[in-house]
């Protein structure tokens, strides 16, 4: 604002500022909103191997917290308390590496066949463990509840 300028021009700058400011206001929160919103349509649609790579890839994390809590068919919950799977799941073998192979969808149900490349512990007969490095093929089930893919897993 200038000095000595009129008192009426002075409030009309200030409103157009503030006007200027809400705006981008407006503008900055429809961005993030249709991000959010981007996000969990894209967790909604993912395709069964999409959802079978992410099992994966955390189970070679060995972040089992994750695979409970966002891939584990939501109908298992009631059955299998959170720490009784976790505990179960602190001695498995080390994933190296992972391919899913197939995918195939009827319906509601999939199934999923990868090979790992993993590292699993064999007691030695002396006494201790070695480590036995091996490809496996590993089977799995999966389930689709209300338009998303869980993996099926025993207790």
């Not at 195939?104 to 002396?126: F, Q, Y």
Request: hydrophobic residues 45%; aromatic residues 6%.
């Amino acid at each position: 604002m200038r000095r000595g300028a009129p008192v009426v021009q002075s409030v009309a700058a200030g409103q157009a500022a503030g006007a200027r400011v809400a705006l981008a206001v407006l503008l900055g929160m429809a961005i993030a909103t249709s991000g959010c919103q981007a996000a969990s349509e894209k967790e909604a649609t993912e395709s069964l191997k999409e959802r079978a790579q992410s099992y994966l890839a955390l189970k070679q994390k060995r972040d089992w917290a994750a695979i409970y809590d966002g891939l584990l068919d939501p109908e298992l919950h009631s059955k299998l308390a959170r720490d009784v799977f976790l505990r179960r799941r602190s001695a498995a073998f080390d994933v190296l590496g992972f391919t899913v192979v197939s995918t195939n969808e009827e319906g509601e149900t999939g199934k999923v066949v990868a090979k790992v490349d993993a590292m699993i512990p064999v007691l030695n007969p002396r006494g201790g463990t070695t480590m036995l490095h091996k490809e496996l093929e590993e089977p799995q089930q999966w389930v689709a509840r209300g338009g998303r893919w869980y993996i099926q897993l025993e207790s």
